[in-house]
């Protein structure tokens, strides 16, 4: 089945639309789903690593190793994560053709503003710090349709 990639800026509703694909597919395509998600990895310590280069690298990597162990032709593997890298992004559209599975990309589209704001209104556990959400905005490397 398909690879989802789930991509947009901190507190854009990547996880919310995460889990209405999930429930989707399940519920009504009767579809095997697993999500790999950022959140499962990090919990309470993601102002850390996404503040540290080599572990931010890391937690990448266990995402990217999570969805290659994952993708078969029978499952649907939904990634829940920043991805804002397109060279990542790139490296999983490779991943799904080798195993001749489609993918698709789905950008969480949501201005600055106002994922800020929905940033500063979460509980203070699941908060970005200002600083790691501004360095994840301005790293953010938007997909191209035309792509």
């Known amino acids: 089945m398909p690879l989802i990639i789930i991509t947009g800026f901190p507190s854009s509703g990547k996880t919310r639309r995460t889990l209405e694909l999930r429930d989707h597919f399940e519920v009504e395509k009767k579809k095997t789903v697993l999500v790999v998600s950022e959140n499962s990895l990090v919990d309470k310590d993601k102002n850390r690593i996404l503040n540290d280069s080599r572990l931010e690298k890391d937690l990448r990597s266990s995402l990217k190793a999570d969805v290659l162990r994952y993708l078969n032709k ?74």
């Open 74 to 147: 029978e499952t649907l593997v939904i990634l829940d994560a920043g991805n804002y890298i397109k060279g990542f992004r790139y490296e999983l559209y490779c991943a799904s053709k080798q195993i001749k599975t489609p993918h698709c990309l789905v950008h969480s589209l949501a201005p600055i503003e106002q994922a800020r704001s929905l940033n500063q209104n979460r509980p203070d556990d699941e908060k970005y710090a200002d600083d790691v959400f501004d360095g994840l905005v301005m790293r953010y490397e938007a997909p191209n349709s035309s792509n």
